[in-house]
């Protein structure tokens, strides 16, 4: 998520990490990202709302509704607060269908969303899932962009969810035998998705799920 074109930005909605219920321990700095060209992260106002009560109910490690009227970027799961960079442009209009107001934040270049190192594999964890939602304006040149991550370098990272060049799904695993896997689907520019990801620690499995549909599946190791 680094980058300096903008020719316009993507939006990303509310932010989700959820561990499932030994595992070892994943304490790295979490960034709401951009990469390539620019990001418009989005989520919705910190008041009480059915999606948002809907997701507390899972009871997620971390879940960023991006509707701040400035820093901090509040954690409405527990207390991860993040901080956007200078360049980052809260109450932006919101994305999530059914939740109104103003709540997102726009960030350009290598600006970001960077939340301290937490736990993100407690124990007895078996897995993770990290859910987000997303509407490209303009697909990404060059290698693509992080959408959100967790990752301390190139080769020690975490939790990591690219958009591709081809504006198809990249979430990356960092297990063996398989690293990433691709979507099938291509995203549209300037359509709303939700945007699934997940591992599950027993069967290896990696999964991608867009709007709520299985998108692909396949197995990624269980490291």
Same mark, same amino acid.
């Given at each position: 998520?680094?980058?300096?074109?903008?020719?316009?930005?993507?939006?990303?909605?509310?932010?989700?990490?959820?561990?499932?219920?030994?595992? +070892?321990?994943?304490?790295?700095?979490?960034? &709401?990202?951009?990469?390539?060209?620019?990001?418009?992260?989005?989520? +919705? *106002?910190?008041?009480?709302? /059915?999606?948002?009560?809907?997701? &507390?109910?899972?009871?997620?490690?971390?879940?960023?509704? %991006?509707?701040?009227?400035?820093?901090?970027?509040?954690?409405?799961?527990?207390?991860?607060?993040? *901080?956007?960079?200078?360049?980052?442009?809260? =109450?932006?209009?919101? &994305?999530? /269908? *059914?939740?109104? $107001?103003?709540?997102?934040?726009?960030?350009? =270049?290598?600006?970001?969303?960077?939340? /301290? $190192?937490?736990?993100?594999? !407690?124990?007895?964890? *078996?897995?993770?899932?990290?859910?987000?939602?997303?509407?490209?304006?303009?697909?990404?040149?060059?290698?693509?962009?992080?959408?959100? =991550?967790?990752?301390?370098?190139?080769?020690?990272?975490?939790?990591?969810?690219? &958009?591709?060049?081809?504006?198809?799904?990249?979430?990356?695993?960092?297990?063996? !035998?398989?690293?990433?896997?691709?979507?099938?689907?291509?995203?549209?520019? $300037?359509? /709303?998705?939700?945007?699934?990801? +997940?591992?599950?620690?027993?069967?290896?499995?990696?999964?991608?799920?867009?709007?709520?549909? %299985?998108?692909?599946?396949?197995?990624?190791? +269980?490291?």
């Amino acid at each position: 998520m680094s980058g300096k074109r903008v020719p316009s930005a993507s939006r990303k909605g509310q932010s989700v990490v959820t561990a499932r219920s030994g595992g +070892t321990g994943m304490r790295r700095a979490l960034s &709401l990202w951009v990469a390539a060209f620019g990001i418009l992260l989005v989520g +919705t *106002t910190a008041e009480a709302t /059915p999606y948002g009560d809907a997701v &507390l109910a899972d009871s997620p490690l971390a879940y960023w509704r %991006l509707g701040d009227a400035g820093n901090p970027v509040v954690d409405s799961a527990d207390s991860h607060p993040g *901080t956007a960079d200078a360049g980052g442009v809260f =109450g932006q209009p919101g &994305l999530v /269908p *059914t939740e109104g $107001g103003d709540g997102a934040i726009r960030t350009v =270049g290598n600006d970001r969303v960077v939340v /301290p $190192g937490f736990e993100k594999f !407690p124990g007895g964890s *078996t897995g993770y899932t990290v859910e987000y939602w997303l509407n490209i304006n303009s697909v990404p040149a060059g290698i693509g962009f992080n959408i959100v =991550g967790d990752g301390q370098s190139v080769g020690d990272f975490y939790l990591m969810n690219y &958009l591709l060049p081809n504006s198809h799904i990249r979430p990356h695993f960092l297990g063996q !035998p398989t690293v990433s896997i691709d979507s099938k689907r291509a995203l549209t520019t $300037g359509v /709303p998705y939700y945007v699934v990801t +997940t591992w599950d620690q027993a069967s290896g499995l990696g999964s991608i799920y867009i709007n709520g549909i %299985l998108d692909k599946h396949q197995v990624v190791g +269980t490291n």
